[in-house]
Protein backbone atom coordinates (compact mmCIF):
# COMPACT_ATOMS: atom_id res chain seq x y z
CA UNK A 1 0.00 0.00 0.00
CA UNK A 2 0.86 3.50 -0.44
CA UNK A 3 1.16 6.21 2.61
CA UNK A 4 -1.68 8.12 1.56
CA UNK A 5 -3.56 4.34 1.90
CA UNK A 6 -1.92 3.59 5.01
CA UNK A 7 -2.73 7.10 6.81
CA UNK A 8 -6.51 6.32 6.04
CA UNK A 9 -5.95 2.84 8.14
CA UNK A 10 -4.46 4.48 10.59
CA UNK A 11 -6.73 7.37 11.08
CA UNK A 12 -3.55 9.68 10.79
CA UNK A 13 -2.99 12.90 8.64
CA UNK A 14 -0.46 11.55 5.46
CA UNK A 15 1.23 14.88 6.18
CA UNK A 16 2.57 13.59 9.52
CA UNK A 17 3.31 11.07 8.79
CA UNK A 18 5.80 12.26 6.08
CA UNK A 19 7.00 14.62 8.64
CA UNK A 20 8.04 12.02 11.06
CA UNK A 21 9.86 10.37 8.27
CA UNK A 22 11.40 13.63 7.21
CA UNK A 23 12.29 14.15 10.74
CA UNK A 24 14.27 10.94 10.50
CA UNK A 25 15.54 11.55 7.22
CA UNK A 26 13.76 9.57 5.05
CA UNK A 27 12.05 11.89 1.90
CA UNK A 28 8.84 10.06 1.20
CA UNK A 29 5.79 11.36 -1.09
CA UNK A 30 1.96 10.21 -0.62
CA UNK A 31 2.28 7.82 -3.37
CA UNK A 32 5.03 6.12 -2.40
CA UNK A 33 4.49 2.18 -2.20
CA UNK A 34 5.92 1.14 1.10
CA UNK A 35 7.37 -2.74 1.55
CA UNK A 36 5.96 -4.50 5.28
CA UNK A 37 8.68 -3.55 6.93
CA UNK A 38 8.78 -0.02 5.69
CA UNK A 39 5.10 0.45 7.08
CA UNK A 40 6.04 -1.46 10.03
CA UNK A 41 8.22 1.28 10.58
CA UNK A 42 5.69 4.02 9.71
CA UNK A 43 3.34 2.20 12.43
CA UNK A 44 5.96 1.68 15.23
CA UNK A 45 6.36 5.76 14.89
CA UNK A 46 2.71 5.98 16.01
CA UNK A 47 3.25 3.08 18.48
CA UNK A 48 0.84 1.00 16.41
CA UNK A 49 0.87 -2.45 15.51
CA UNK A 50 0.20 -4.45 11.97
CA UNK A 51 -0.13 -7.88 11.28
CA UNK A 52 0.73 -9.16 8.05
CA UNK A 53 -1.52 -11.51 5.28
CA UNK A 54 0.33 -12.06 1.98
CA UNK A 55 -2.88 -11.24 -1.27
CA UNK A 56 -2.95 -14.90 -1.76
CA UNK A 57 -3.81 -16.36 1.28
CA UNK A 58 -6.46 -13.45 1.89
CA UNK A 59 -7.99 -14.28 -1.50
CA UNK A 60 -7.99 -18.24 0.10
CA UNK A 61 -9.47 -16.87 2.98
CA UNK A 62 -12.19 -15.15 1.33
CA UNK A 63 -13.39 -18.13 -0.94
CA UNK A 64 -12.65 -20.41 1.55
CA UNK A 65 -15.26 -18.64 3.98
CA UNK A 66 -17.58 -18.77 0.59
CA UNK A 67 -16.83 -22.61 0.20
CA UNK A 68 -18.03 -23.09 3.85
CA UNK A 69 -20.78 -20.55 3.63
CA UNK A 70 -21.74 -22.96 0.44
CA UNK A 71 -21.29 -25.99 2.75
CA UNK A 72 -21.20 -29.59 1.96
CA UNK A 73 -24.58 -29.49 0.49
CA UNK A 74 -22.89 -27.15 -2.19
CA UNK A 75 -21.18 -29.86 -3.31
CA UNK A 76 -22.54 -31.48 -6.65
CA UNK A 77 -21.84 -34.20 -8.55
CA UNK A 78 -19.69 -33.08 -12.14
CA UNK A 79 -18.78 -34.33 -14.93
CA UNK A 80 -15.63 -36.51 -15.32
CA UNK A 81 -12.60 -35.10 -17.42
CA UNK A 82 -10.72 -37.56 -19.28
CA UNK A 83 -7.71 -37.80 -21.14
CA UNK A 84 -6.42 -40.73 -23.41
CA UNK A 85 -3.21 -41.80 -23.40
CA UNK A 86 -1.64 -45.39 -24.59
CA UNK A 87 1.19 -46.00 -27.21
CA UNK A 88 1.93 -44.02 -30.89
CA UNK A 89 -0.49 -45.16 -33.20
CA UNK A 90 -2.61 -47.55 -31.23
CA UNK A 91 -5.15 -45.02 -32.40
CA UNK A 92 -5.33 -42.63 -29.91
CA UNK A 93 -6.57 -39.26 -31.62
CA UNK A 94 -9.13 -41.56 -33.66
CA UNK A 95 -10.75 -42.67 -30.87
CA UNK A 96 -11.49 -39.07 -29.78
CA UNK A 97 -12.85 -37.92 -33.00
CA UNK A 98 -15.31 -40.98 -32.92
CA UNK A 99 -16.33 -40.15 -29.57
CA UNK A 100 -16.77 -36.77 -30.29
CA UNK A 101 -18.43 -37.37 -33.87
CA UNK A 102 -21.20 -39.81 -32.48
CA UNK A 103 -21.61 -38.10 -29.55
CA UNK A 104 -22.01 -34.26 -30.03
CA UNK A 105 -25.39 -33.47 -32.21
CA UNK A 106 -24.89 -32.38 -35.49
CA UNK A 107 -27.25 -29.40 -34.67
CA UNK A 108 -24.94 -27.66 -32.04
CA UNK A 109 -23.43 -25.06 -34.44
CA UNK A 110 -22.00 -27.91 -36.70
CA UNK A 111 -20.55 -29.77 -34.46
CA UNK A 112 -16.72 -29.28 -32.55
CA UNK A 113 -15.32 -26.61 -34.50
CA UNK A 114 -13.12 -24.98 -32.14
CA UNK A 115 -9.91 -26.42 -30.92
CA UNK A 116 -9.39 -24.83 -26.88
CA UNK A 117 -7.73 -27.98 -25.21
CA UNK A 118 -10.70 -29.86 -24.10
CA UNK A 119 -13.95 -30.98 -25.87
CA UNK A 120 -17.57 -31.74 -23.91
CA UNK A 121 -20.06 -34.55 -24.99
CA UNK A 122 -22.95 -35.67 -23.86
CA UNK A 123 -24.00 -39.25 -23.77
CA UNK A 124 -27.22 -40.53 -21.99
CA UNK A 125 -27.67 -36.92 -20.95
CA UNK A 126 -24.65 -37.01 -19.03
CA UNK A 127 -21.50 -34.50 -19.55
CA UNK A 128 -17.86 -36.10 -20.35
CA UNK A 129 -15.05 -33.41 -21.05
CA UNK A 130 -12.31 -34.60 -22.79
CA UNK A 131 -9.01 -33.12 -22.79
CA UNK A 132 -8.10 -33.16 -26.60
CA UNK A 133 -4.27 -33.67 -26.62
CA UNK A 134 -3.90 -37.15 -26.38
CA UNK A 135 -0.93 -38.92 -24.82
CA UNK A 136 1.00 -38.55 -21.29
CA UNK A 137 3.56 -34.97 -22.23
CA UNK A 138 0.68 -33.00 -22.12
CA UNK A 139 -0.64 -35.08 -19.01
CA UNK A 140 2.44 -34.52 -17.36
CA UNK A 141 2.93 -30.96 -18.13
CA UNK A 142 -0.31 -30.08 -16.40
CA UNK A 143 0.96 -32.00 -13.51
CA UNK A 144 4.30 -30.18 -13.59
CA UNK A 145 2.08 -27.11 -12.96
CA UNK A 146 0.29 -28.71 -10.02
CA UNK A 147 -2.77 -28.76 -12.07
CA UNK A 148 -4.58 -32.26 -11.81
CA UNK A 149 -7.17 -31.75 -14.26
CA UNK A 150 -7.60 -35.51 -14.96
CA UNK A 151 -10.17 -37.44 -13.36
CA UNK A 152 -9.63 -40.91 -15.06
CA UNK A 153 -7.11 -41.82 -17.95
CA UNK A 154 -8.17 -43.68 -21.18
CA UNK A 155 -5.96 -46.46 -22.12
CA UNK A 156 -5.67 -47.14 -25.60
CA UNK A 157 -4.11 -50.47 -26.75
CA UNK A 158 -3.84 -51.76 -29.87
CA UNK A 159 -5.17 -55.37 -29.49
CA UNK A 160 -2.31 -56.52 -32.58
CA UNK A 161 0.41 -54.50 -31.14
CA UNK A 162 0.28 -55.38 -26.99
CA UNK A 163 2.04 -53.79 -24.40
CA UNK A 164 4.30 -50.92 -26.03
CA UNK A 165 7.09 -49.23 -23.84
CA UNK A 166 4.63 -45.48 -24.07
CA UNK A 167 1.67 -47.54 -22.75
CA UNK A 168 3.77 -48.45 -19.64
CA UNK A 169 4.80 -45.07 -19.45
CA UNK A 170 0.86 -43.77 -19.86
CA UNK A 171 0.69 -46.53 -16.95
CA UNK A 172 3.21 -44.93 -14.33
CA UNK A 173 2.40 -41.49 -14.89
CA UNK A 174 -1.27 -42.52 -14.18
CA UNK A 175 -0.75 -44.80 -11.25
CA UNK A 176 1.81 -41.79 -10.24
CA UNK A 177 -1.21 -38.82 -10.44
CA UNK A 178 -3.36 -42.04 -8.49
CA UNK A 179 -6.00 -41.48 -11.53
CA UNK A 180 -7.85 -44.81 -12.34
CA UNK A 181 -7.31 -46.00 -15.78
CA UNK A 182 -9.69 -47.62 -18.18
CA UNK A 183 -8.82 -49.77 -20.76
CA UNK A 184 -9.74 -49.96 -24.12
CA UNK A 185 -8.10 -52.59 -26.25
CA UNK A 186 -8.84 -51.20 -29.52
CA UNK A 187 -8.30 -52.49 -33.45
CA UNK A 188 -10.14 -55.42 -32.35
CA UNK A 189 -12.00 -55.22 -36.05
CA UNK A 190 -8.55 -56.45 -37.24
CA UNK A 191 -8.49 -60.41 -37.80
CA UNK A 192 -6.01 -62.52 -35.77
CA UNK A 193 -6.18 -60.21 -32.73
CA UNK A 194 -5.75 -61.61 -29.13
CA UNK A 195 -7.39 -60.22 -26.52
CA UNK A 196 -6.25 -62.86 -23.66
CA UNK A 197 -2.67 -62.01 -24.54
CA UNK A 198 -2.81 -58.50 -24.23
CA UNK A 199 -4.87 -58.73 -20.79
CA UNK A 200 -2.21 -60.86 -19.85
CA UNK A 201 0.80 -58.57 -20.37
CA UNK A 202 -1.27 -55.97 -18.90
CA UNK A 203 -1.14 -58.00 -15.72
CA UNK A 204 2.52 -57.74 -15.17
CA UNK A 205 2.08 -53.57 -14.89
CA UNK A 206 -0.30 -54.07 -12.35
CA UNK A 207 -3.69 -53.94 -14.90
CA UNK A 208 -5.47 -56.84 -13.77
CA UNK A 209 -8.82 -57.72 -15.58
CA UNK A 210 -11.31 -60.01 -14.51
CA UNK A 211 -10.15 -62.76 -16.56
CA UNK A 212 -7.20 -62.40 -14.10
CA UNK A 213 -9.21 -62.26 -10.81
CA UNK A 214 -8.59 -58.72 -10.62
CA UNK A 215 -10.75 -56.05 -11.30
CA UNK A 216 -9.64 -53.75 -13.79
CA UNK A 217 -11.80 -52.13 -15.96
CA UNK A 218 -10.83 -53.25 -19.67
CA UNK A 219 -13.57 -52.87 -23.41
CA UNK A 220 -12.73 -54.09 -26.66
CA UNK A 221 -13.45 -51.38 -29.45
CA UNK A 222 -12.90 -50.67 -32.82
CA UNK A 223 -12.51 -46.77 -33.04
CA UNK A 224 -11.68 -46.90 -36.31
CA UNK A 225 -15.44 -48.96 -37.01
CA UNK A 226 -17.58 -47.22 -34.38
CA UNK A 227 -17.79 -50.59 -32.28
CA UNK A 228 -17.98 -50.72 -28.68
CA UNK A 229 -17.38 -46.87 -27.84
CA UNK A 230 -20.96 -46.94 -26.22
CA UNK A 231 -19.47 -49.54 -23.55
CA UNK A 232 -16.68 -47.59 -23.07
CA UNK A 233 -18.79 -44.36 -22.28
CA UNK A 234 -20.64 -46.44 -19.98
CA UNK A 235 -18.35 -47.50 -18.09
CA UNK A 236 -16.67 -44.01 -18.01
CA UNK A 237 -19.76 -42.96 -16.52
CA UNK A 238 -19.41 -45.81 -14.22
CA UNK A 239 -16.04 -45.33 -12.76
CA UNK A 240 -17.21 -41.64 -12.23
CA UNK A 241 -20.28 -42.83 -10.61
CA UNK A 242 -17.71 -44.91 -7.97
CA UNK A 243 -15.72 -42.07 -7.25
CA UNK A 244 -18.17 -39.54 -7.25
CA UNK A 245 -16.03 -36.89 -8.25
CA UNK A 246 -17.65 -33.28 -6.73
CA UNK A 247 -17.25 -29.96 -6.98
CA UNK A 248 -19.10 -26.72 -5.34
CA UNK A 249 -21.17 -24.76 -7.94
CA UNK A 250 -21.29 -21.75 -5.41
CA UNK A 251 -17.93 -20.58 -4.56
CA UNK A 252 -15.64 -18.37 -6.61
CA UNK A 253 -15.20 -19.70 -10.29
CA UNK A 254 -11.96 -21.89 -10.90
CA UNK A 255 -10.17 -23.66 -13.11
CA UNK A 256 -6.84 -24.36 -15.19
CA UNK A 257 -5.21 -23.20 -18.14
CA UNK A 258 -4.60 -26.07 -21.02
CA UNK A 259 -3.66 -24.01 -23.82
CA UNK A 260 -2.75 -20.32 -24.19
CA UNK A 261 -1.82 -18.25 -27.07
CA UNK A 262 -1.77 -14.71 -28.25
CA UNK A 263 -4.10 -14.00 -30.99
CA UNK A 264 -3.01 -10.45 -33.23
CA UNK A 265 -6.81 -9.40 -33.10
CA UNK A 266 -7.62 -10.39 -29.68
CA UNK A 267 -4.90 -10.65 -27.53
CA UNK A 268 -3.71 -13.21 -25.20
CA UNK A 269 -6.34 -15.83 -25.06
CA UNK A 270 -6.11 -19.25 -23.18
CA UNK A 271 -8.58 -22.64 -22.83
CA UNK A 272 -9.58 -22.72 -19.66
CA UNK A 273 -10.93 -25.49 -17.96
CA UNK A 274 -13.44 -24.34 -15.12
CA UNK A 275 -13.45 -27.14 -12.51
CA UNK A 276 -15.61 -25.34 -10.22
CA UNK A 277 -17.77 -22.34 -9.57
CA UNK A 278 -19.39 -20.11 -12.64
CA UNK A 279 -17.59 -18.23 -14.85
CA UNK A 280 -19.33 -14.97 -16.17
CA UNK A 281 -18.30 -12.08 -18.21
CA UNK A 282 -17.21 -8.91 -16.38
CA UNK A 283 -14.99 -11.18 -13.71
CA UNK A 284 -11.91 -10.23 -12.39
CA UNK A 285 -9.37 -13.02 -12.44
CA UNK A 286 -6.09 -14.11 -11.54
CA UNK A 287 -3.95 -17.35 -13.43
CA UNK A 288 -0.73 -18.13 -12.92
CA UNK A 289 0.90 -14.13 -12.48
CA UNK A 290 -1.14 -12.76 -14.82
CA UNK A 291 -4.41 -10.85 -14.38
CA UNK A 292 -7.76 -9.74 -16.73
CA UNK A 293 -11.38 -9.40 -16.86
CA UNK A 294 -13.03 -12.01 -18.60
CA UNK A 295 -14.07 -9.95 -22.31
CA UNK A 296 -15.68 -12.56 -24.07
CA UNK A 297 -16.17 -16.67 -23.77
CA UNK A 298 -16.57 -19.31 -26.02
CA UNK A 299 -17.28 -22.58 -25.73
CA UNK A 300 -16.12 -25.77 -27.82
CA UNK A 301 -18.49 -25.18 -30.34
CA UNK A 302 -17.76 -22.08 -31.41
CA UNK A 303 -20.73 -20.77 -29.09
CA UNK A 304 -20.76 -17.08 -27.77
CA UNK A 305 -21.73 -17.77 -23.81
CA UNK A 306 -22.26 -15.31 -20.75
CA UNK A 307 -21.37 -18.05 -18.10
CA UNK A 308 -19.90 -21.46 -17.96
CA UNK A 309 -20.24 -23.20 -15.23
CA UNK A 310 -18.78 -26.60 -14.13
CA UNK A 311 -17.03 -28.30 -15.61
CA UNK A 312 -16.75 -27.01 -18.74
CA UNK A 313 -13.78 -25.92 -21.14
CA UNK A 314 -13.79 -22.61 -22.58
CA UNK A 315 -11.96 -20.06 -24.53
CA UNK A 316 -10.79 -17.07 -22.29
CA UNK A 317 -10.00 -13.61 -23.95
CA UNK A 318 -9.22 -10.30 -21.11
CA UNK A 319 -5.97 -11.60 -20.18
CA UNK A 320 -3.39 -9.34 -19.42
CA UNK A 321 -0.99 -11.33 -20.48
CA UNK A 322 -0.13 -14.79 -22.07
CA UNK A 323 -0.75 -17.54 -19.01
CA UNK A 324 1.40 -20.92 -18.93
CA UNK A 325 -0.75 -24.32 -19.83
CA UNK A 326 -1.02 -25.84 -16.27
CA UNK A 327 -1.74 -22.21 -14.84
CA UNK A 328 -4.44 -21.96 -12.07
CA UNK A 329 -7.29 -20.05 -12.93
CA UNK A 330 -9.27 -18.06 -10.13
CA UNK A 331 -12.13 -15.58 -9.95
CA UNK A 332 -11.62 -12.84 -7.41
CA UNK A 333 -13.94 -9.97 -6.31
CA UNK A 334 -12.19 -6.83 -7.80
CA UNK A 335 -9.64 -6.10 -10.59
CA UNK A 336 -7.09 -4.13 -8.30
CA UNK A 337 -7.05 -7.30 -6.32
CA UNK A 338 -5.68 -9.48 -9.01
CA UNK A 339 -3.54 -6.71 -10.29
CA UNK A 340 -1.98 -6.97 -6.95
CA UNK A 341 -1.79 -10.76 -6.60
CA UNK A 342 -0.11 -10.62 -10.67
CA UNK A 343 2.25 -8.07 -8.83
CA UNK A 344 2.65 -10.74 -5.79
CA UNK A 345 2.63 -13.64 -7.70
CA UNK A 346 5.71 -12.18 -10.56
CA UNK A 347 8.32 -11.24 -7.94
CA UNK A 348 7.80 -14.98 -5.90
CA UNK A 349 8.22 -16.23 -8.97
CA UNK A 350 11.67 -14.49 -9.25
CA UNK A 351 12.55 -15.97 -5.77
CA UNK A 352 10.99 -19.51 -6.37
CA UNK A 353 13.52 -19.39 -9.42
CA UNK A 354 16.54 -18.54 -6.94
CA UNK A 355 15.60 -21.09 -4.94
CA UNK A 356 14.32 -24.04 -6.42
CA UNK A 357 17.51 -26.31 -6.29
CA UNK A 358 16.72 -26.59 -2.33
CA UNK A 359 13.92 -28.41 -3.25
CA UNK A 360 15.08 -30.67 -5.11
CA UNK A 361 16.31 -34.20 -4.22
CA UNK A 362 19.88 -35.01 -4.58
CA UNK A 363 21.80 -37.83 -3.82
CA UNK A 364 24.64 -36.06 -2.12
CA UNK A 365 22.06 -34.12 0.42
CA UNK A 366 19.62 -37.48 0.72
CA UNK A 367 21.25 -38.19 4.37
CA UNK A 368 20.88 -35.31 6.10
CA UNK A 369 17.01 -34.67 4.96
CA UNK A 370 16.48 -38.14 5.86
CA UNK A 371 17.96 -36.69 9.52
CA UNK A 372 15.59 -33.68 9.40
CA UNK A 373 12.48 -36.52 8.50
CA UNK A 374 12.12 -34.42 4.90
CA UNK A 375 12.43 -37.94 3.37
CA UNK A 376 10.68 -41.23 4.13
CA UNK A 377 10.38 -42.00 -0.03
CA UNK A 378 13.40 -41.90 -2.59
CA UNK A 379 11.63 -42.13 -5.99
CA UNK A 380 13.91 -43.37 -9.09
CA UNK A 381 13.40 -43.32 -12.54
CA UNK A 382 15.65 -45.99 -13.87
CA UNK A 383 16.80 -45.61 -17.16
CA UNK A 384 19.13 -48.74 -18.80
CA UNK A 385 20.96 -49.97 -21.95
CA UNK A 386 18.75 -53.15 -22.37
CA UNK A 387 16.38 -55.03 -20.19
CA UNK A 388 18.43 -57.37 -18.63
CA UNK A 389 20.67 -54.79 -17.14
CA UNK A 390 17.31 -53.45 -15.48
CA UNK A 391 16.14 -56.60 -14.05
CA UNK A 392 19.28 -56.77 -12.26
CA UNK A 393 19.70 -53.72 -10.89
CA UNK A 394 16.28 -53.79 -10.12
CA UNK A 395 17.22 -56.72 -8.03
CA UNK A 396 19.83 -55.55 -6.24
CA UNK A 397 18.08 -52.24 -5.60
CA UNK A 398 14.97 -54.44 -3.99
CA UNK A 399 17.64 -56.12 -1.19
CA UNK A 400 18.49 -52.10 -0.25
CA UNK A 401 17.02 -52.15 3.26
CA UNK A 402 16.90 -48.81 5.06
CA UNK A 403 14.68 -48.50 8.56
CA UNK A 404 13.48 -44.93 7.31
CA UNK A 405 13.50 -44.76 3.86
CA UNK A 406 12.21 -47.17 1.00
CA UNK A 407 13.27 -46.91 -2.49
CA UNK A 408 10.09 -46.47 -4.99
CA UNK A 409 11.10 -47.17 -8.64
CA UNK A 410 8.33 -44.97 -10.37
CA UNK A 411 9.37 -45.36 -14.03
CA UNK A 412 11.93 -47.94 -15.95
CA UNK A 413 12.89 -48.71 -19.22
CA UNK A 414 14.82 -49.74 -21.64
CA UNK A 415 15.95 -46.63 -23.80
CA UNK A 416 17.49 -43.53 -23.42
CA UNK A 417 16.49 -40.62 -21.25
CA UNK A 418 13.44 -38.36 -22.47
CA UNK A 419 11.92 -35.28 -22.33
CA UNK A 420 9.16 -37.09 -20.59
CA UNK A 421 11.63 -38.76 -17.56
CA UNK A 422 12.33 -35.46 -16.99
CA UNK A 423 8.85 -33.96 -16.69
CA UNK A 424 8.20 -37.03 -14.75
CA UNK A 425 11.08 -36.99 -12.48
CA UNK A 426 10.33 -33.25 -12.03
CA UNK A 427 6.59 -33.50 -10.49
CA UNK A 428 6.88 -36.48 -9.13
CA UNK A 429 10.76 -35.27 -7.06
CA UNK A 430 12.66 -38.55 -8.54
CA UNK A 431 16.42 -38.78 -9.28
CA UNK A 432 16.78 -40.57 -12.37
CA UNK A 433 19.57 -43.47 -12.84
CA UNK A 434 20.78 -44.00 -16.29
CA UNK A 435 22.75 -47.34 -16.90
CA UNK A 436 24.56 -46.88 -19.77
CA UNK A 437 22.12 -44.13 -21.24
CA UNK A 438 22.69 -40.82 -22.09
CA UNK A 439 19.92 -37.98 -22.77
CA UNK A 440 19.81 -36.00 -25.71
CA UNK A 441 21.71 -32.28 -25.63
CA UNK A 442 17.74 -30.57 -25.52
CA UNK A 443 16.70 -33.58 -22.77
CA UNK A 444 20.06 -32.46 -20.63
CA UNK A 445 19.31 -28.90 -20.81
CA UNK A 446 15.46 -29.75 -19.85
CA UNK A 447 17.02 -31.97 -17.07
CA UNK A 448 19.28 -28.52 -15.76
CA UNK A 449 16.28 -26.09 -16.21
CA UNK A 450 14.41 -28.46 -13.94
CA UNK A 451 16.75 -29.01 -11.67
CA UNK A 452 16.58 -33.19 -12.19
CA UNK A 453 19.57 -34.82 -10.74
CA UNK A 454 20.82 -37.51 -13.11
CA UNK A 455 23.42 -40.04 -12.30
CA UNK A 456 25.53 -42.17 -15.04
CA UNK A 457 26.67 -45.29 -13.94
CA UNK A 458 28.25 -47.90 -16.26
CA UNK A 459 28.81 -50.19 -13.25
CA UNK A 460 25.88 -52.06 -11.22
CA UNK A 461 27.83 -52.26 -8.50
CA UNK A 462 28.53 -48.91 -7.92
CA UNK A 463 25.38 -47.78 -8.56
CA UNK A 464 24.37 -49.92 -5.61
CA UNK A 465 27.08 -48.46 -3.41
CA UNK A 466 26.44 -44.71 -4.53
CA UNK A 467 22.37 -45.31 -3.64
CA UNK A 468 23.32 -47.22 -0.23
CA UNK A 469 25.97 -45.22 0.98
CA UNK A 470 23.87 -41.99 0.21
CA UNK A 471 21.00 -43.80 2.52
CA UNK A 472 23.60 -44.06 5.20
CA UNK A 473 24.97 -40.44 4.58
CA UNK A 474 28.48 -41.51 3.68
CA UNK A 475 28.39 -40.71 0.10
CA UNK A 476 31.40 -38.72 -0.65
CA UNK A 477 31.65 -37.61 -3.83
CA UNK A 478 35.14 -38.27 -4.90
CA UNK A 479 34.92 -37.70 -8.59
CA UNK A 480 32.74 -35.76 -10.56
CA UNK A 481 31.97 -35.69 -14.34
CA UNK A 482 32.38 -32.15 -15.64
CA UNK A 483 30.86 -31.86 -19.39
CA UNK A 484 33.23 -30.59 -21.98
CA UNK A 485 31.03 -30.82 -25.27
CA UNK A 486 29.76 -32.72 -27.92
CA UNK A 487 31.16 -34.09 -31.51
CA UNK A 488 29.23 -35.47 -34.14
CA UNK A 489 31.48 -38.13 -35.93
CA UNK A 490 30.98 -37.21 -39.56
CA UNK A 491 33.06 -40.03 -41.34
CA UNK A 492 35.84 -42.59 -39.87
CA UNK A 493 39.27 -43.16 -41.74
CA UNK A 494 41.12 -46.55 -41.70
CA UNK A 495 44.69 -45.49 -41.83
CA UNK A 496 47.43 -48.50 -42.30
CA UNK A 497 48.91 -48.82 -39.19
CA UNK A 498 47.28 -46.28 -37.36
CA UNK A 499 43.37 -47.41 -36.77
CA UNK A 500 40.23 -45.92 -37.26
CA UNK A 501 40.73 -41.92 -37.17
CA UNK A 502 36.82 -40.00 -36.85
CA UNK A 503 36.50 -37.30 -38.70
CA UNK A 504 34.43 -35.12 -36.24
CA UNK A 505 32.60 -31.86 -36.13
CA UNK A 506 32.78 -30.36 -32.36
CA UNK A 507 28.83 -29.16 -32.28
CA UNK A 508 29.22 -28.00 -28.62
CA UNK A 509 31.41 -26.97 -26.15
CA UNK A 510 34.81 -27.79 -26.92
CA UNK A 511 36.64 -31.25 -27.12
CA UNK A 512 40.41 -31.52 -25.16
CA UNK A 513 43.06 -34.01 -25.94
CA UNK A 514 43.27 -34.91 -22.01
CA UNK A 515 39.10 -35.48 -21.71
CA UNK A 516 37.62 -38.64 -21.92
CA UNK A 517 35.26 -39.75 -24.39
CA UNK A 518 31.76 -41.72 -24.40
CA UNK A 519 30.61 -42.82 -27.72
CA UNK A 520 26.98 -42.60 -28.22
CA UNK A 521 24.99 -44.28 -30.65
CA UNK A 522 21.14 -43.76 -30.71
CA UNK A 523 21.11 -42.75 -27.51
CA UNK A 524 22.85 -45.66 -26.19
CA UNK A 525 26.66 -46.10 -24.72
CA UNK A 526 28.83 -48.02 -26.80
CA UNK A 527 32.49 -47.01 -25.40
CA UNK A 528 33.91 -45.03 -22.57
CA UNK A 529 37.73 -44.16 -22.93
CA UNK A 530 40.44 -41.56 -23.70
CA UNK A 531 41.50 -40.11 -26.80
CA UNK A 532 44.85 -40.80 -27.86
CA UNK A 533 45.08 -38.38 -30.64
CA UNK A 534 43.04 -34.84 -31.70
CA UNK A 535 44.12 -33.31 -34.71
CA UNK A 536 42.87 -29.92 -36.40
CA UNK A 537 43.83 -30.61 -39.93
CA UNK A 538 47.11 -31.72 -39.77
CA UNK A 539 48.30 -30.58 -36.55
CA UNK A 540 48.12 -32.30 -33.41
CA UNK A 541 46.47 -29.41 -30.90
CA UNK A 542 45.16 -29.80 -27.36
CA UNK A 543 42.05 -28.55 -27.78
CA UNK A 544 39.22 -27.78 -30.75
CA UNK A 545 36.36 -25.57 -29.80
CA UNK A 546 32.36 -25.34 -31.29
CA UNK A 547 31.96 -25.05 -34.92
CA UNK A 548 35.41 -26.71 -35.71
CA UNK A 549 36.43 -30.12 -37.23
CA UNK A 550 38.68 -32.08 -36.14
CA UNK A 551 40.54 -35.40 -36.04
CA UNK A 552 39.89 -38.10 -33.38
CA UNK A 553 42.38 -41.50 -32.42
CA UNK A 554 40.81 -42.85 -29.61
CA UNK A 555 43.02 -45.53 -27.35
CA UNK A 556 42.44 -48.88 -27.41
CA UNK A 557 39.23 -48.83 -29.74
CA UNK A 558 38.41 -48.73 -33.54
CA UNK A 559 34.99 -49.55 -33.60
CA UNK A 560 33.81 -46.12 -34.20
CA UNK A 561 30.83 -45.18 -36.80
CA UNK A 562 29.76 -42.37 -38.83
CA UNK A 563 27.09 -41.16 -37.28
CA UNK A 564 28.28 -41.51 -33.60
CA UNK A 565 28.02 -38.61 -31.21
CA UNK A 566 31.12 -38.50 -28.61
CA UNK A 567 30.45 -36.98 -25.40
CA UNK A 568 33.66 -35.41 -23.91
CA UNK A 569 34.04 -35.19 -20.33
CA UNK A 570 36.76 -34.84 -17.66
CA UNK A 571 36.66 -36.20 -14.17
CA UNK A 572 37.15 -33.83 -11.31
CA UNK A 573 38.28 -34.89 -7.72
CA UNK A 574 36.23 -33.35 -5.37
P1 LIG B 1 -2.44 -42.34 -32.17
O1 LIG B 1 -1.01 -42.12 -32.58
O2 LIG B 1 -2.51 -43.22 -30.97
O3 LIG B 1 -3.22 -41.08 -32.02
O4 LIG B 1 -3.10 -43.21 -33.32
P2 LIG B 1 -4.09 -42.77 -34.51
O5 LIG B 1 -5.43 -42.50 -33.98
O6 LIG B 1 -3.42 -41.74 -35.33
O7 LIG B 1 -4.19 -44.14 -35.30
C1 LIG B 1 -3.07 -44.78 -35.88
C2 LIG B 1 -3.49 -45.65 -37.04
O8 LIG B 1 -4.30 -46.72 -36.58
C3 LIG B 1 -4.31 -44.88 -38.08
O9 LIG B 1 -3.91 -45.32 -39.34
C4 LIG B 1 -5.74 -45.32 -37.78
O10 LIG B 1 -6.54 -45.30 -38.93
C5 LIG B 1 -5.53 -46.74 -37.27
N1 LIG B 1 -6.61 -47.14 -36.36
C6 LIG B 1 -7.05 -46.47 -35.29
N2 LIG B 1 -8.05 -47.14 -34.69
C7 LIG B 1 -8.25 -48.27 -35.42
C8 LIG B 1 -9.16 -49.37 -35.31
O11 LIG B 1 -10.00 -49.46 -34.43
N3 LIG B 1 -9.04 -50.34 -36.25
C9 LIG B 1 -8.12 -50.30 -37.24
N4 LIG B 1 -8.08 -51.30 -38.10
N5 LIG B 1 -7.26 -49.29 -37.37
C10 LIG B 1 -7.32 -48.27 -36.48
Same mark, same amino acid.
Request: proline content about 9%; overall charge negative; cysteine-free.
Given at each position: MTIKDLSEKMGVKAKDILQKLLAKGVLYTVNKSLSLEEAQMILDLFGMECKSISFEDKVLEDVREEETQGG???LCERPPVVTVMGH??? =?KTTLLDTIRHTHVAAKEHGG??????ASKILFKNKPIVFI??? =??EAFTKLRLRGANVTDLVILVVAADDGVKPQTIEAINHAKSAGVPIIVAINKIDKPDVNLLKVKQELVQYGIVVEEYGGDAVCVPVSAKKGIGIEDLLDMILLVAEVHEFKGNPRIPAKGTILEAQLDPQRGPIASVLIQEGVLSLGDAFISGSTAGRVRALFDDKGKRLKEAKMVTPVEVSGFEEVPAAGDSFQVVNTIEKAQQISLLRKQMAVDEKRNKTAGRLSLNDLFDRIKEKEVQKLPLILKTDVQGSMEAIEDSLAKIQHPDVTLQIIHKAAGPITESDILLASTTNAIIIAYNVRPSKRTREQAKEEQVEIRYYSIIYQLIEDIKQSLEG????IEKEHFLGTVDVRKVFKVPRVGSVAGCYVSEGKVEKDGQVRIVRNGIVVHTGKIQTLHHYTQEVESVKEGQECGIRLENYSDIKAGDSLEVFKIEQI
Open positions: EESVDH =GITQHIGDTP =GHILKP
